[in-house]
């Protein structure tokens, strides 16, 4: 893991440092977006300064190794880039589910009809709200 870890480092042409490598082990170890003050708590052991970890989030997610996520939250949410998918999230307990998937093509089409200022859509963003099972049922 550390290897592949530091291959996205190299290929991103970032200097491979213990705080860059601990901050994308803890996007590797979890499957959910995550923002500094998780991973600040989650380093609290290596002792990593929170204004290190935002620098490195800002510069991960200009290399574009990350992304933001908009969880509707006071914070940003990061994830790492690569794999397309989207999220469902619980507005009641904060539950957040991937899901692969969206019909972005037939979707484009009808939106650039309609709009008299775009031509081109190159990246979307696209994240459902609600409530899970559990939230229903209380």
């Not at 923002?35 to 204004?51: C, P």
């Not at 908009?70 to 999220?87: F, P």
């Not at 904060?94 to 692969?100: A, L």
């Amino acid at each position: 893991m550390t290897r592949d870890i530091s291959d996205i480092l190299k290929t991103n042409g970032f200097k491979i440092t213990s705080t860059r490598l601990a901050i994308l082990k803890v996007f590797s170890s979890d499957c959910k977006p995550i923002n500094a003050e998780y991973i600040h708590d989650k380093l609290k052991k290596e002792k990593v300064n929170i204004v290190t970890i935002y620098r490195t989030l800002i510069s991960f997610e200009n290399a574009g190794i990350i992304k933001r996520v908009d969880m509707q939250k006071d914070s940003v949410y990061y994830e790492l880039a690569g794999h397309h998918h989207h999220h469902i999230i619980c507005t009641d307990c904060g539950m957040v589910e991937s899901f692969d998937g969206c019909d972005l093509d037939n979707l484009s089409k009808e939106v650039l009809k309609s709009s008299n200022n775009f031509s081109l859509i190159n990246k979307h963003s696209l994240e459902l709200f609600g409530l899970c099972k559990k939230c229903c049922k209380n």
